[in-house]
């Protein structure tokens, strides 16, 4: 989004105590505590480019200056042309149709609507597919009501036509309730998997599973062993020619047009933003790379990051499953993580492997 004269100012804006202001405050990960890993400093610097016209943030703060209930958002102009991402799409039914189909029971209060009376749009998100109240009183209901209050105020004296907020987790009942009750419609976008690890070895894994899900897991496991196919664990290197050539496959079979140097200018990137937090599970036999999966370590979760296979070599069979999921499920206890995040999409893969779901919704109120 470019500033224009439908849009409100970037600049910071206090009224008592909400604030909306420009990216996010230094002391932010001191300020929202507890919440989920994605919603910290270092992946919302990842991924703030997929908010269009810059990265805000909208809070209502205490008293004593602590942040009571807060997100990130930004206040795009007019429609953009990412079908996961941009307001419009999700809410006319355009993104139902895209992979992962978002919305696609509906309803679409957006179908055949003009632009023109929905921008600047005021979008509540943050940028890694989950989104939630962060603060001290993030579950507080009244918190909820006084923030979306704040937040009206705010849009309307900005002259911003809709609040949309994309990727709401259904687990924040208190905040869906408030938003209801102030007149938004909630939409089921798409489902959310995570692997909440309660066990402490791997048969307290395979026993949450259902008997057959046992049965092949063991089969598979044993097959991969029987080919001489070895799994390890590593960190990331500044050069990785093999993930590279292997995401490239991946990209390549899923319709996309693999660009090496711009995959290979990524995994840079995200060796230098992730550092000794990064790791990776590889499937070797003898010299070559069968298949890898790379995890964010974050204190007591694992975030997946990306996957790739030799979809050429009968050998890396079953090599995805174990990369993704059973030698996972088998060292998190060992280094005290609790719950390994594996975002949206292949749901019933997700699920059947041990995987529980959290569906995630659109809110939509357009300004009186």
Known sequence: MTETESSPSAAAHRDGRFSVGEGLPADWDDQIRDAPATLRTRWVDLAHQRIAGGLRTFGLYDADGALSVGFCGGVPAEPGEHPRFDPYLVLSGVSATSDPPLAPGGPHPWKDADPAALFPCCLVMFPNYETMPVGRAARDRGAADRFIEELTRWTRGNGVRSVVHLYLRSDYTEYLEALRSHGFVLVPMVERCDMPVRWTEFEGYLATLSRNRRTSVRRERREIK????????????????????????????????????????????????????FLVIEARKEDRLLGFSTFIADESEWTVLMTGTDYEDPDASFTYFET?????????????????????????????????????????????
């Open 226 to 277: 029987e080919r001489g196919i070895v799994i390890t664990e590593r960190g990331l290197t500044d050069d990785e020619p093999e993930l590279l050539r292997l995401r490239c496959n991946l990209i390549a079979k899923y319709g996309g047009s693999p660009d090496p140097e711009r995959e290979a200018f990524s995994l840079r990137y995200l060796h230098d933003h992730f550092g000794s937090d």
């Open 324 to 368: 993704m999921f059973y030698r996972p499920a088998e060292l998190a206890p060992s280094v005290g993580i609790r719950n390994i995040g594996y975002g949206i999409g292949t749901i019933d893969a997700k699920r059947s492997r041990g995987c529980v779901t959290n569906t995630l919704y659109a809110a939509v109120r357009v300004n009186e």
